[in-house]
Nanobody, 125 residues
């Protein structure tokens, strides 16, 4: 499995970015996908997840209303649209692919066995 994240960069507070993650190696449409992030000096944390069909999405509280996760199963790609970015959103963003169709809402890490290398998002104030 290969997951290639892209779209990161340096932006100012209030700006928008769209991250993409292209997946290969497995039947993309069968599995849930997620975005996680790791800020300097902090542990990796859950950001957003989407089930196999795109019909259900989940977000950590700090990004609700600002970030949108989506997927295009025809393109084997998952996206994270990030609006109204804040300096505290600065992190390396990782996409992950689950081993199951649905998102485990009791533990968003459950099943997320495959990880990309990450893309850096830096938000200046």
């Amino acid at each position: 499995v290969q997951l290639q994240a892209s779209g990161g960069g340096l932006v100012q507070a209030g700006d928008s970015l769209r991250l993409s993650c292209a997946a290969s190696g497995r039947t993309f449409s069968r599995y849930a996908m997620g975005w996680f992030r790791q800020a300097p000096g902090k542990e990796r944390e859950f950001v957003a997840a989407i089930n196999w069909s795109g019909g259900s999405t989940y977000y950590t509280d700090s990004v609700k209303g600002r970030f949108t996760i989506s997927r295009d199963n025809a393109k084997n790609t998952v996206y994270l649209q990030m609006n109204s970015l804040k300096p505290e959103d600065t992190a390396v963003y990782y996409c992950s692919q689950s081993t199951v169709r649905y998102v485990a809402t009791e533990n968003y890490y459950y099943g997320m066995d495959y990880w990309g290398k990450g893309t850096l998002v830096t938000v200046s104030s």
